[in-house]
């Protein structure tokens, strides 16, 4: 059979993997991300020419279109929007995703050791995965349904040592108390809201070194029952009652305002956070890489408007702004 200069061109371009024969030709392409196949001439076997394996450390993006991908979902994009803007493919971001939320937490627990803080407010913030408390059934995974992120901030530096998503019960309370006393270096005046696991589980963890105080805040009804136009309106205050549960706090320093406030930044900078819209977590391992990321990237990286620094400047850890490289293979580092 005669051949084209062309066509011979186009047929020699792979070797066969079975029998050597240098003269293939295409035959179509295999999987979404479509590699190439090929078809020997010589004994009619097909397979696909040489790609690289795709795992959670080798991504196919190039890098800095990964960061730019980052930066959209710390910046409070949803998953499809940042597929958009960056053209990466939404599976190969939600893989970056879990990449960079497995090195944020490693970063964070070899980082945050020995902290010199002195007032520490804890709160929780509430998600849910997959679908809210009410409609979980028996037969689904326990991961699905509510989930609460339990949070400690530095009122002075603006710090988040420590964080934990969990059940809001005893257990996850207790193992994020004890968590949080260990990355400290002295005596501390904690303030935490109302919940009753904290009653208990403080003097477990903390023994006598903590100043302990609980702050309840009491709300009134106004927004949620008097018209229907204002039931997603937020109620009043109607009155806060502090209490001292252990040693001696200041009462100029008993206060959750900060943590409350970083409750707001993780609403408005996770788009998974946000309220009625679909953009919730559909896996649990998504949610715990997401926000060990927003975390070390807030620690680190993002500048803070009252400190004009970040955080971890402030609280000693670091004398520069991180990026984002520096924040995801400062691991090799450690």
Known sequence: MWLFPAEIKRREAMTCTKCQHQICKKFGYFGKRRIQRWRCTSCNSTFCEPHQKLTRDTMLANPQAAESA???????CSIRSTERLTGINRNTIM?????????SARLMDARMQNLQSRHLQVDEIWCYVGKKRRNVRSSDSPEMGDQWIYVAIDA????????????RVRPDTWAFLWDLHHR????VQLTTDGLNHYTVSVPECF??????AQLTKMFGDYGQFDTPDARYSPPRISGVISKVRQ???DPDHISTSFVERQNLTMRMAMRRFTRLTNAFSKKLSHLKAAVALHFAYYNFCRIHSSLRITPAMEAGLTDHVWSISELLFQQHAI
């Open 247 to 249: 040693g001696d706090p």
């Open 184 to 187: 400290l270096a002295g005596r």
């Open 70 to 76: 980052l930066h959209c979902l710390l910046e409070g």
């Open 156 to 167: 002075e530096t603006k710090l988040v040592p420590s964080f934990r998503i969990g059940k």
């Open 207 to 212: 023994g006598t070194d903590v100043d302990f």
């Open 95 to 103: 893989r970056l995703l879990i990449v960079a939320g497995e090195r």
